[in-house]
């Protein structure tokens, strides 16, 4: 059966007939990589600044550069979370 979704935030839709979730690059959230939802569902998604030293690690940033730790999907049943987990890196020199 085919589901329709769609973004809160942007005009992006899509629809499916494989059960999976998609995900879209939102103009609204200055080009996050967030899924959308059930086509009218009654929703907020908002993007989470990450909040601690960023170092060396390699982190998911937004279209002005600030670091995101996650898009947390709140709707009248619940929450979900897209986390964005940071990478890191290692130089190997042979001394």
Do not use: F
Request: hydrophobic share 30%.
């Amino acid at each position: 059966m085919a589901q329709h979704w769609s973004c809160p935030n942007c005009q992006s839709a899509a629809r499916t007939v494989d059960g999976k979730t998609p995900m879209h690059r939102c103009r609204g959230l200055r080009n996050l990589m967030i899924p959308l939802v059930v086509d009218g569902t009654s929703c907020k998604v908002e993007a989470v600044e990450r909040g601690d030293y960023v170092g060396r690690e390699l982190v998911q940033t937004d279209g002005d550069g600030r670091p995101v730790m996650a898009v947390v999907t709140t709707r009248d049943d619940g929450q979900d979370c897209t986390v964005y987990a940071p990478t890191t890196h290692a130089d190997r020199s042979d001394e």
